[in-house]
C-alpha cells in the first residue's frame, strides 16, 4: 500500500512569506504528526492530529499551525516565516493514536517537504 | 532543555563488526523508547523499542539495552552491515493520555558502516 506522501517536496519562500504543506496518511491511519527536522536541533514535535482534532501540541510559537481533513489529510502552515524556519518537515501517520511497540500505532513517516528561507 | 541526548553525532565501523549507539535521557517519567533509522531523502523507518519496564530487547541483529539507573539506553548491531548505513535517531515516549504517546528524539548520530 501506498506509503505517507507528503507535497511539495522543496520549496523556497522568502522571510515574510507563508507556506502551507500537505501530508496525505496511510490509507486507514487517522492520526498524523508533524515533526521539525534541523541539523541543530534534530526531530522536533510539533503537533499531532486524530480525527480532524489536535490532540497533542509541541513548544512552537503561534505561527505554526495545522489542521486535519475529514478524509485524514492534514495541512500545516507557517506564517510570517522566519530565516530559522528553513528546515525539513516530516509528516507521520499512524492507525490510532501515536503510539509505542511495534504495530499499527508506531509512526510511520513521510519524506518530508524541505523548506528553505530566503 | 534537551531531554533525549545523543551525544556521537557520528560512528564509523567495519563490516561485521559491533555497531553500538548511545542515548541518554533526564526525564525519569519516558514510559518507552524506540529507535529510528534515516536513509538520505527518506523519512525515518520504525526499527525497534523498548519498554521502561525491560532492560532488554532483542529483533535479529539489533538489540537495545536500557539502564534506568543511569537514564541510558543503547543500540547494538551484530554483525553490522553495510546497508545499516544511516542516521539513527532515538526516542523517548511520555504517555499523554489512554494510549497516545508525544515522542521526543535525539539529534541523530550518522553511522557509517565500512565494507
Known amino acids: 500500500k501506498a506509503g505517507v506522501t507528503q507535497t511539495p517536496r522543496y520549496l523556497i519562500k522568502t522571510r515574510g512569506q507563508q507556506v502551507t504543506l500537505s501530508c496525505s496518511p496511510i490509507s486507514g491511519h487517522r492520526s498524523v504528526s508533524w515533526y521539525q527536522q534541523t541539523p541543530g536541533q534534530g526531530l522536533q514535535f510539533l503537533f499531532e492530529?486524530?480525527?480532524?482534532?489536535?490532540?497533542n501540541k509541541g513548544n512552537f510559537p503561534g505561527r505554526f499551525s495545522g489542521r486535519q481533513f475529514s478524509n485524514s489529510r492534514s495541512e500545516m502552515n507557517v506564517s510570517t516565516l522566519e530565516l530559522g524556519d528553513s528546515a525539513l518537515y516530516l509528516c507521520?501517520?499512524?492507525?490510532?493514536?501515536?503510539?509505542?511497540?511495534?504495530?499499527?500505532?508506531?509512526?510511520?513517516f513521510g519524506a518530508g517537504s524541505r523548506l528553505t528561507v530566503l | 532543555d534537551q531531554q533525549v541526548k545523543q551525544n556521537s553525532p557520528s560512528l564509523s565501523v567495519q563490516e561485521g563488526r559491533i555497531s553500538i549507539l548511545n542515548c541518554d535521557y533526564t526525564n525519569s517519567m519516558f514510559d518507552y523508547f524506540l529507535w529510528y533509522k534515516k536513509y538520505p531523502a527518506e523519512g525515518p523507518t520504525f526499527l525497534i523499542s523498548?519498554?521502561?519496564?525491560?532492560d532488554k530487547n532483542e529483533d535479529g541483529r539489533f538489540t537495545v539495552f536500557l539502564n534506568k539507573s543511569a537514564k541510558h539506553l543503547s543500540l547494538h548491531i551484530v554483525p553490522s552491515q553495510p546497508g545499516d548505513s544511516a542516521v539513527y535517531f532515538c526516542?523517548?515516549?511520555?504517555?499523554?493520555?489512554?494510549?497516545?504517546?508525544?515522542?521526543?528524539f535525539g539529534k541523530g548520530t550518522l553511522l557509517t558502516v565500512n565494507p
Open positions: 523498548i519498554s521502561s519496564i525491560k
Open positions: 507521520a501517520s499512524s492507525l490510532g493514536l501515536a503510539g509505542v511497540g511495534s504495530g499499527a500505532n508506531v509512526l510511520t
Open positions: 492530529y486524530f480525527s480532524e482534532t489536535q490532540r
Open positions: 526516542a523517548a515516549a511520555i504517555n499523554s493520555g489512554g494510549s497516545n504517546y508525544k515522542l521526543t
